[in-house]
């Protein structure tokens, strides 16, 4: 049976509020609701020891998913930037130790360009989202937005490295377009379309 998406919900493996916001956003023009995977605070943790964004997403989804009987989402992202040899990849929220804010990580982030000789300032956002339902893998998708890391922060908006992320098509960093302008055309908003896309090749049973 194919799955009916209405009335369906989909589980988030996060108690982040803004990325639970900006996906729900999504997903209510298609009349799908998402919700964090229920009692997720008293959950035990997944730890995300991966060495690249897709077996994080996996692990998340796959621990998550054994939690609930609905279907379970979970994304892993990142900046990837080419004269860095794709650092700080899979460990952007932690660039600069364990506990680091937006604020350390940038400046390392620009630390790290001015040492590799600070003219290739290209770079890349990547988003693997895995879905999964009670143990069993459905699928990853893949998202991804390209542009260039500036020498000063533009904007207030956004968050990690978005200040200083310039997207050409806009001429503007993903820090000064509004939420939903960047769900629009960043690297999260493409995987997560690719999944919802994907919905009706599922069996209904979430």
Known sequence: MSLVTQHLTLYLAS??????REF???AAARGITVDSVPNFSELPPCVEDGET????????????SRCTDGLVFSDDSGLCVDALGGAPGVHS???SGPSATDADNNAKLLRELERAGGRDRSAHYVCIIALARQGKLL???????????????RGEGGFGYDPYFFYPPFNKTFAEITA????????????FRLLLDSLPDFDGKG
């Open 15 to 20: 108690g982040n509020p803004g990325k639970v």
């Open 139 to 153: 699928g990853t998708f893949e998202g991804r937005a390209d542009g260039l890391i500036l020498q000063a922060p």
């Open 93 to 95: 929220a932690r660039f």
């Open 24 to 26: 729900r956003l999504a």
């Open 180 to 191: 939903e302008e960047k769900f629009a055309v960043s690297h999260r908003g493409a995987a």
């Open 53 to 64: 964004f897709e077996e994080n997403a996996r692990k998340k989804a796959l621990h998550y």
